[in-house]
């Protein structure tokens, strides 16, 4: 099982900043995902900046989320400046 995420922080256009319970910062891009009919509406980046952690994954709401297997091996590490 790999790490779940503890802080999610919107980046820009389509991109998270993850922080994940193993202390690793990971930067997670939506943007391939956007495809798929259940993340249509995090084309509307004002929807898409209400990112949030719940139970170890990013939700938006009770339908969007993802999963957070996805979340850590899709995403690559990150230095904060």
Known sequence: MNPRVKEAQYKSKYKLILTFENGEIKLFDLASY?????????HKESFCKKAKVFNGTVVWNDFIDFDPDTLYLESRPFAAL
């Open 34 to 42: 956007l495809d798929y009919p259940i993340y249509k509406p995090l």
